[in-house]
């Protein structure tokens, strides 16, 4: 069966950078490795940001280099102006990931920039680059459905701003939901506002579950036609881009839980689930601690009990 949902997992770069320790390239690179055999065709692995600002992603070359290539797999890198935008070509990154904020405060607290200059003067070099190269370029546009600072994003400045990214020749804009801030109803109301958009924009969704309600933001989305999901294995996962900390112990959906989702649903991921969560077992090995996903938990716990067979259950009638 042809795949009818992308999942897109985040881990080996938002999850393991989060990490207290200094997790070496070789590990990013086995787990990156892990999710790309069970049939994650897409995953955010690097970021090549200043090893001044993020030293826990000094190594992203590192990284892409020794990742396994296959025309299954998209290995993708986080490049937030031309610099890194350079770097990350010269090993061959397979896609580009760029970053802008859907109001001013949160673009200046990721960016250090406002939206304008984003737009106009960080991103007309780095589409030039790539264009160059032929490599596709993912948005990622933070605080889509709120923002800590502003509070609710307006649909018609959200709407404009994702024709102007499809003008400059976006083919992807994942709308994360950065701080949590997003609602079923929400999310129904911001799809369809989109629906006017350029048919050739894909649209992806990053819900973080901070206030519990990620699974059925997926769900809106998914019933409103979005067919392209961002999730972290296991749940692995730190403070976003830009966000205020907040103790809350997960940010990310875990990719096995949203797999597990889609199978009950009917719905083709074409991710082997038991690879997935035996993947989660290593996951929570790097992790040091046990990772907030509920797949493998469930799992465990059904490992552990003996079910009675059906004689016994007639007989107990």
Request: charged content about 25%; aromatic content about 6%.
């Amino acid at each position: 069966m042809a795949r009818e949902v992308i999942i897109v997992d985040t881990a080996p770069r938002d999850g393991l950078g989060a990490l207290p320790r200094k997790v070496p390239a070789s590990e990013k690179v086995a787990l990156a490795s892990y999710l790309a055999e069970v049939g994650v065709s897409k995953i955010d692995c690097a970021a090549f940001t200043h090893p001044r600002l993020r030293p826990e992603y000094a190594d992203a070359e590192q990284v892409i280099e020794a990742l396994p290539r296959n025309p299954n797999t998209t290995f993708l890198g986080i490049a937030p102006n031309e610099v890194a935008c350079r770097r990350a070509l010269s090993v061959d990154v397979d896609e580009i990931g760029i970053l802008i904020g859907a109001t001013e405060s949160f673009n200046k607290s990721v960016l250090g920039t406002n939206i304008k200059e984003t737009l106009f003067k960080t991103f007309p070099p780095i589409f030039q680059a790539c264009n160059e190269k032929e490599k596709p370029i993912r948005v990622y546009l933070l605080a889509a459905f709120g923002c800590e600072y502003e509070g609710k994003v307006p649909t018609k400045s959200l709407v404009e701003l994702i024709h102007k990214l499809g003008f400059m020749g976006a083919k992807e804009i994942s709308l994360v939901d950065s701080t949590g801030m997003a609602n079923p109803k929400l999310v129904r109301e911001t799809i369809r506002a989109l629906d006017k958009r350029d048919g050739e924009i894909n649209i992806a969704v990053h819900f973080h579950n901070t206030r519990g309600l990620a699974m059925a933001n997926i769900l809106a989305a998914y019933e409103e036609g979005v067919r392209i999901f961002d999730s972290a294995l296991g749940g692995l996962s730190g403070t976003p881009f830009g966000a205020p900390k907040m103790n809350i112990g997960s940010w990310n959906v875990a990719t096995e839980d949203l797999v597990y989702l889609f199978e009950q649903m009917g719905v083709n991921t074409g991710i082997d689930l038991d690879g997935l969560i035996d993947a989660v077992r290593f996951a929570e090995e790097l992790a040091g601690e046990e990772l907030p996903g509920h797949m493998l938990r469930a799992r465990v716990a059904l490992d552990r009990q003996s079910l009675p067979s059906a004689s016994a259950l007639t007989k107990i009638v």
